[in-house]
């Protein structure tokens, strides 16, 4: 199958997504008290699509030639084992999501990564632009760690943009501010990590950020035992206190946030 095809539609998914979410939040907001959203958005929007451009730039290449490299060369766990084409992608996803989550909790647990990670919890208004909302520095660091990661596992690359494109819709809808209702969310949870979920995630107190660290499948907090769930959802205030003044609001502050004295306490 071809990767090429695959990436150009999730990028028109991603386009569909986001603006569908960006109307149901101004219709159905769950926190309804939101000033200058459009400065908010926009400002996360371009951090988006700057990553983007830069990514794609950096990391492409080599995420096409280390993926070929480890089929060329039959190398990784999953080049080892022999099984039908449908169940090694399923195998795939699993595999990669968890190590999403392994990787996401050592963002938290790393004082030199959570430099870097604290600027997409900085957000004091969750939304679905909160989503796009990573410093280039994660995103290099957990590119090169991903390159030996791919090679290990032996993805292929229309795996990876499988993977992407299916975290995609997931990662836009549980940062956004829908209010879907409770018993929906706790529906959708059982497999997958829902808004209800994420937002502990995002919470101002450390016990709630340092819980849910899950990106597609809901299950690997429960195993974990980092699962955390929040009966009054309207209670929670989101961001870092250390961050919530504007100048680490702003385009600027948000690029030197990593490099702030500030650290988690
Ligand atoms: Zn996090
Ligand atoms: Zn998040």
């Given at each position: ?43 996360n929007?371009a951090m988006g699509?700057m ?82 909302r ?132």
């Amino acid at each position: 199958m071809d990767p090429e095809g695959l990436k150009e539609g999730k990028i028109l998914l991603e386009i569909v997504i986001l603006s569908l979410l960006l109307i149901l939040e101004a219709w159905l907001p769950l926190f309804k008290e939101r000033k200058e959203r459009l400065r908010h958005g926009s400002r996360n929007i371009a951090m988006g699509l700057m990553n983007g451009a830069m990514t794609g730039f950096l990391f492409s290449g080599a995420t096409a030639f280390i993926t070929e490299a480890a089929e060329f060369q039959g190398f990784g766990l999953l080049h080892w084992i022999e099984i039908p084409f449908w169940t090694e992608a399923a195998i795939a996803i699993f595999v990669f999501d968890l190590w999403m989550y392994l990787w996401h909790r050592a963002n938290h647990q790393m004082p030199f990564l959570w430099r870097f990670h604290r600027m997409h919890h900085s957000d004091p208004q969750l939304d679905v632009t909160t989503a796009l909302r990573f410093h280039i520095g994660e995103l290099t660091l957990s590119s090169l760690v991903r390159f030996g990661i791919l090679y290990l596992l032996g993805l292929t690359l229309w795996q990876l943009i499988l993977y992407e494109t299916i975290l995609l819709p997931i990662i836009l809808f549980h940062h956004s501010n829908v209010a879907l209702p409770e018993r929906w969310d706790r529906l959708f949870r059982i497999l997958l990590v829902t808004p209800n979920m994420h937002r502990v995630h995002h919470s101002h107190f450390q016990p709630e950020t340092d819980s849910n660290y899950s990106s597609i499948f809901s299950f690997w907090d429960r195993f974990a035992k980092s699962f955390r769930r929040k009966e009054d959802i309207l209670t929670l205030h989101y961001g870092l206190d250390a961050f919530e003044a504007e100048r680490w609001q702003s385009f600027l502050g948000l690029l030197v946030t990593p490099f702030s004295p500030a650290q988690k306490e």
